[in-house]
């Protein structure tokens, strides 16, 4: 194993996440751009937390979401920035996001267990667009007659979200957090990433 001094570490693991498609973690970073390096797990969290910290005062942020760390630019931008992009984030409607909702706090959850809490079907459009959108998938079926599916959230729904887990979803108490983060998801996308 090749060894490498702090300053290479800092540069690659940086340019590592700039440049990767998705988030990534720790483990991730040692077993590809540092499979080579003699570089411990701990050593790679703590640049992480280094830049981290470099990066907060900035209009660039390294966050940690779905398990791993990408960079993307402060929330606060992101109306300014839209202007960047030609196409405009679908609206999504209030009965697309109930439904996501139930998903994401309920889970793994049938589609009628959705449509008994919501009190109205769910249309094969809104589970359509939750799938295409990559933020729900069918991870089993029900050990019941009929043997429904069962639905729950994907990392990419915690990506689009800015969710490390879901354990950072907002209590359902706290209904200004709540009514942020959908409509994060009705505006627009929370914050631009690369």
């Known amino acids: 194993m090749s060894r490498i001094n702090d300053d290479q570490l800092k540069q690659l693991i940086e340019a590592a996440l700039f440049v990767a498609d998705g988030p990534m973690s720790a483990?991730?970073?040692?077993?590809?751009?540092?499979?080579?390096?003699?570089?411990?797990?701990?050593?790679?969290?703590?640049?992480?937390?280094?830049?981290?910290?470099?990066?907060?005062?900035?209009?660039?942020?390294l966050v940690k979401v779905a398990g791993g760390y990408r960079f993307q630019s402060h929330p606060e931008l992101s109306p300014f920035l839209g202007a960047l992009w030609q196409e405009r984030a679908p609206r999504y409607s209030r009965a697309l996001l109930e439904t996501l909702a139930l998903i994401a706090y309920r889970q793994p959850v049938t589609r009628g267990e959705i449509e008994k809490v919501r009190g109205v079907s769910v249309s094969a459009n809104i589970m359509r667009t939750l799938s295409d959108r990559g933020w729900i998938a069918i991870i089993g079926h029900k050990e019941v007659p009929g043997r429904p599916a069962l639905y729950a959230t994907t990392d990419e729904f915690l990506q689009y979200f800015c969710l490390d887990s879901l354990a950072d979803l907002p209590s359902l108490e706290d209904e200004q957090a709540l009514t942020t983060l959908l409509d994060g998801a009705t505006a627009a996308e929370p914050s631009q990433t690369h």
């Open 27 to 61: 483990r991730g970073l040692k077993q590809t751009v540092l499979a080579e390096f003699a570089v411990s797990t701990g050593r790679i969290n703590e640049v992480l937390d280094e830049l981290e910290l470099d990066y907060r005062p900035r209009g660039i942020q």
